[in-house]
């Protein structure tokens, strides 16, 4: 039972024991806690032999010295400590190296809470490595440490012993190394990402959580607790299953095929690592789960939603009537006029989630044998899963054989239980579910069910029937036909309600920016600015994290290329397109006749692309002479039987050559810097050099168009229309032009990406993107990762070449060359080294590439 002292501190008994009273002593002087404590421990210490009941004291006292709550802590968990490890050595070496940091007494108590049982679990050499771990955290931040020693030990392992914890622990130190990564944030969620990504996609989630913190603490830390858009849709395309989302139009046609019903679709609240998902309705939308377990689940788990909404399970006067029976006037409404049933289990107390599925169950027996008689295979298609369904354990077991039973008794006509019989008559309705319900409650066989069972209860496709407040409907008998025309919800009152649920922001704070599209309250989003080439936002510079994360969602969804996964995120931007409305026609007069002389230069120089020679037309419907390889062709389709159209003529005319120009102008902050010679600003060069590219494309005819970008992280990337192709040259485009400043970052992939959408509305063969930049592509949410967005554009760039568009990049950053080769290739960019110079290369650059 002695521990072997190896220190070669060992002393006579009678030494030690005297030095243990005197210490005993010290301690009774100066604290009185610290002597109680420490003699109530003592006895389950010294079985372990003088020489470790020393320096088990002489810790204790080291402890409480170096830090009062360490030492109490200490002496307070010793002797269970002891009882339980049947050693002191291990843990008593371990607590001591706590003194090495100041304010360590919080991680310490977690070690000490938790020792015992990781010692009994894993042994002696998996605590030494769990306390190992511990420490090293401490030594790189304290309140990392709390965390980690604070977590339970089990739940970091995910079952996998060792093994697990140190696959979790892991990605957090290489990140904490790389790029500051806490592990009290990434510890919120880590546990439920590992279930759902596995070991080898944790490193990639946590990695754009650390470029998340790094942007906006709130927003990382969102991110870690599984809250925020970018954590959970990471998680959710890592998930096997059937998407919903991705099939809405599929499912709301199986609705529209067996129940003529339109009813829209909405996304649910679920988030993994919440338990099974389920399909909910507040009975104007069917709320889908991202994922579902198959295709087929997803099939039965609408068609059994709508078929509450047919057949009556929220009709007004049935819940009214429901309500009456408890003993209530009405329903209780909320502020939207819904209502929810709450009350009606109130009575139920603890014992609610046992009532709950008993009355879903037999109101959804009731449901299912209606929706049976219109849709034939609906019955084997549930029994079909139910039957192949993972059987659950525990008291939800019960439940789910119960109602797999009552529907397999359905679907082959068999004798139902007598209990349930109520529910297949014709005039069963709610009430009689509820009645069916409590004659269920009153047999015991029914074990309590806790609320985290409670959804393994239900056979696959049906769900909770009471999970949100419900607007009341009128009797429908199942009919859904008119189903939003009688309940007139709209998607545009459903947008109009969510935006009104959104909390609005006082105008007093309000951050005011040069575009109105881009406010952020609470948060300086200033980018570097200062010289050209220097358009990185600085993540330091924004203020005030602790102001709530709201993600926007009503833009143009695109994907985006993450190099360190070596994939597309879909749906990753949010692209809002708008018109430039920032007009100032002052300021368009004044360059127009500061650089007159250069304008007519450029427009003579163009005017020499026009053609001037006539080229022959072939395959006309009419013309000047025959055309005949066409007559051949035309002869022996009709000697073939054919009908061929008379296309036998050629004609000359001037020939255009066939080509439309987009100019994508980055709008970020750094134009605002001022122009190296001091003399205003590179803005003011961007404006002239955009204005008499215009002015000179619109003599020569060629299809142009102009746009503009920025952004404020991925959910908010603006492109801004200054000219589209249909748009003729007038005073309001020359006002936009001038009006252009900068604004937040730039997000380059995501622009040239809707470029190329643009561009669809182009019927010309030859397409040329040219994109004006002052500086490398670069984001708040980066995270410093300067090839993160460079890779990204470096991807666009393919996608426009795969789509015929011709790309070539004009950047006024000096450094260019160290990045775009890289990211647009030999021969697709120019570096113009003076600003100056911009209003006059820019349109004899296009009208090099035009050739």
């Known amino acids: 039972m002695n521990d072997t002292t190896t220190n070669g501190d060992a002393k006579p008994e009678a030494e030690e024991l005297v030095e243990i009273e005197e210490i005993l002593q010290h301690l009774e002087d100066i604290s009185f806690v610290a002597h109680r404590d420490t003699k109530e421990a003592l006895p389950a210490i010294r079985p372990f032999g003088a020489t470790v009941a020393r320096r088990w004291i002489e810790t204790a006292r080291g402890l409480f010295f170096h830090d009062r709550e360490s030492g109490k802590s200490f002496m307070r968990h010793s002797a269970r400590l002891a009882e339980h490890m049947q050693t002191v050595e291990l843990w008593l070496e371990q607590a001591a190296r706590f003194k090495e940091w100041v304010n360590s007494n919080y991680a310490l108590e977690g070690f000490m809470a938790q020792a015992d049982r990781v010692y009994a679990t894993w042994g002696e050499d998996g605590e030494r490595e769990w306390a190992e771990i511990g420490l090293r955290w401490c030594a790189r931040s304290l309140p990392d440490a709390r965390a980690y020693f604070e977590t339970d030990f089990e739940k970091l392992a995910g079952g996998r012993g060792i093994e697990g914890l140190r696959a979790l622990i892991e990605p957090a130190e290489t990140l904490f190394d790389e790029r500051g990564l806490t592990l009290d944030a990434y510890l919120e969620g880590a546990p439920i990402a590992r279930n759902l990504v596995g070991d080898q996609g944790l490193l990639s989630w946590a990695r754009r959580g650390a470029d998340l913190l790094k942007a906006g603490r709130s927003r990382g830390e969102a991110y870690f607790r599984l809250e925020s858009d970018e954590s959970l849709k990471l998680l959710l395309e890592a998930l096997p299953g059937f998407r919903p989302r991705m099939n809405g139009r599929f499912l709301r046609l199986v609705l529209l095929a067996w129940l003529d019903a339109d009813i829209p679709l909405a996304d649910s609240s679920w988030k993994p690592g919440e338990g099974r998902p389920m399909l909910e309705t507040d009975g104007r939308r069917l709320f889908m789960p991202a994922v579902m377990d198959s295709r087929e689940e997803a099939i039965v788990a609408t068609q059994h939603a709508a078929a509450h909404l047919a057949f009556d399970t929220y009709a007004q006067d049935d819940v009214q009537r429901l309500f009456e029976r408890a003993g209530a006037e009405h329903p209780p409404l909320d502020d939207k006029s819904r209502f929810t049933w709450r009350p009606l289990f109130a009575n139920y107390a603890e014992r609610m989630f046992r009532f709950q599925v008993l009355f879903d169950l037999a109101e959804d027996l009731r449901v299912s044998a209606r929706i049976a008689t219109r849709i034939p295979n609906f019955l084997p298609r549930l029994v079909e899963l139910a039957e192949q369904h993972e059987r659950p354990e525990g008291a939800a077991a019960v439940y789910f054989d119960f109602a797999l039973k009552a529907h397999q008794a359905l679907l082959h006509g068999e004798e139902q239980d007598p209990r349930l019989a109520p529910m297949l008559e014709p005039d069963a309705d709610v009430v009689t579910a509820?009645?069916?319900?409590?004659?269920?409650?009153?047999?015991?066989?029914?074990?309590?069910?806790?609320?985290?069972?409670?959804?393994?209860?239900?056979?696959?496709?049906?769900?909770?029937?009471?999970?949100?407040?419900?607007?009341?409907?009128?009797?429908?008998?199942?009919?859904?036909?008119?189903?939003?025309?009688?309940?007139?919800?709209?998607?545009?009152?459903?947008?109009?309600?969510?935006?009104?649920?959104?909390?609005?922001?006082?105008?007093?704070?309000?951050?005011?920016?040069?575009?109105?599209?881009?406010?952020?309250?609470?948060?300086?989003?200033?980018?570097?600015?200062?010289?050209?080439?220097?358009?990185?936002?600085?993540?330091?510079?924004?203020?005030?994290?602790?102001?709530?994360?709201?993600?926007?969602?009503?833009?143009?969804?695109?994907?985006?290329?993450?190099?360190?996964?070596?994939?597309?995120?879909?749906?990753?931007?949010?692209?809002?397109?708008?018109?430039?409305?920032?007009?100032?026609?002052?300021?368009?007069?004044?360059?127009?006749?500061?650089?007159?002389?250069?304008?007519?230069?450029?427009?003579?120089?163009?005017?020499?692309?026009?053609?001037?020679?006539?080229?022959?037309?072939?395959?006309?419907?009419?013309?000047?002479?025959?055309?005949?390889?066409?007559?051949?062709?035309?002869?022996?389709?009709?000697?073939?039987?054919?009908?061929?159209?008379?296309?036998?003529?050629?004609?000359?005319?001037?020939?255009?050559?066939?080509?439309?120009?987009?100019?994508?102008?980055?709008?970020?902050?750094?134009?605002?810097?001022?122009?190296?010679?001091?003399?205003?600003?590179?803005?003011?060069?961007?404006?002239?050099?955009?204005?008499?590219?215009?002015?000179?494309?619109?003599?020569?005819?060629?299809?142009?168009?102009?746009?503009?970008?920025?952004?404020?992280?991925?959910?908010?990337?603006?492109?801004?229309?200054?000219?589209?192709?249909?748009?003729?040259?007038?005073?309001?485009?020359?006002?936009?032009?001038?009006?252009?400043?900068?604004?937040?970052?730039?997000?380059?992939?995501?622009?040239?990406?809707?470029?190329?959408?643009?561009?669809?509305?182009?019927?010309?063969?030859?397409?040329?993107?040219?994109?004006?930049?002052?500086?490398?592509?670069?984001?708040?949410?980066?995270?410093?990762?300067?090839?993160?967005?460079?890779?990204?554009?470096?991807?666009?760039?393919?996608?426009?070449?795969?789509?015929?568009?011709?790309?070539?990049?004009?950047?006024?950053?000096?450094?260019?060359?160290?990045?775009?080769?890289?990211?647009?290739?030999?021969?697709?960019?120019?570096?113009?080294?003076?600003?100056?110079?911009?209003?006059?290369?820019?349109?004899?650059?296009?009208?090099?590439?035009?050739?």
Not at 583 to 595: K, M, P, T, V, Y
Not at 673 to 683: L, M, N, Q, T
Request: charged share 30%; glycine share 6%; aromatic share 8%.
């Open 434 to 851: 509820w009645a069916v319900g409590e004659t269920l409650f009153a047999d015991e066989a029914f074990p309590e069910i806790t609320i985290h069972e409670r959804a393994e209860a239900y056979l696959p496709g049906l769900s909770l029937n009471q999970s949100l407040p419900v607007y009341p409907q009128r009797k429908r008998d199942g009919s859904l036909a008119d189903f939003r025309d009688h309940e007139a919800h709209d998607e545009h009152k459903f947008e109009r309600e969510k935006q009104e649920e959104q909390p609005q922001q006082a105008p007093e704070q309000a951050q005011k920016d040069p575009d109105a599209d881009i406010q952020t309250p609470q948060q300086e989003t200033s980018g570097t600015g200062g010289r050209i080439g220097t358009g990185i936002p600085q993540p330091a510079q924004v203020a005030k994290r602790a102001a709530p994360y709201v993600p926007r969602k009503d833009g143009i969804a695109y994907p985006e290329w993450d190099y360190r996964e070596q994939r597309y995120i879909s749906e990753w931007v949010n692209l809002y397109e708008r018109v430039l409305d920032d007009e100032n026609a002052e300021l368009a007069a004044s360059i127009l006749a500061d650089n007159r002389d250069t304008l007519k230069r450029l427009k003579r120089g163009l005017e020499m692309q026009r053609p001037q020679r006539l080229a022959p037309l072939r395959k006309q419907m009419d013309g000047d002479e025959l055309d005949t390889e066409a007559v051949i062709d035309f002869i022996a389709d009709k000697k073939a039987g054919l009908s061929p159209k008379a296309f036998i003529y050629r004609r000359r005319a001037v020939q255009h050559r066939d080509t439309s120009v987009l100019l994508l102008a980055d709008m970020s902050t750094s134009i605002m810097a001022r122009h190296p010679s001091g003399e205003g600003k590179i803005v003011d060069r961007v404006r002239e050099g955009i204005m008499l590219f215009i002015e000179a494309i619109d003599k020569v005819g060629d299809p142009c168009a102009i746009a503009g970008f920025a952004s404020k992280q991925r959910d908010q990337v603006n492109y801004y229309w200054l000219k589209d192709f249909n748009e003729g040259l007038d005073d309001t485009v020359r006002n936009r032009i001038a009006g252009i400043s900068g604004r937040l970052a730039s997000r380059m992939g995501a622009g040239i990406r809707h470029s190329l959408e643009a561009f669809k509305r182009s019927s010309s063969q030859r397409r040329l993107l040219l994109i004006l930049s002052d500086g490398r592509p670069a984001d708040y949410d980066d995270g410093g990762d300067q090839r993160y967005l460079h890779e990204d554009t470096r991807m666009a760039m393919k996608e426009a070449i795969d789509a015929g568009v011709h790309p070539f990049c004009i950047t006024l950053d000096p450094s260019g060359s160290d990045y775009l080769p890289a990211i647009f290739g030999p021969g697709h960019y120019t570096i113009i080294d003076h600003v100056d110079e911009l209003p006059r290369r820019l349109p004899e650059i296009y009208l090099r590439l035009r050739q």
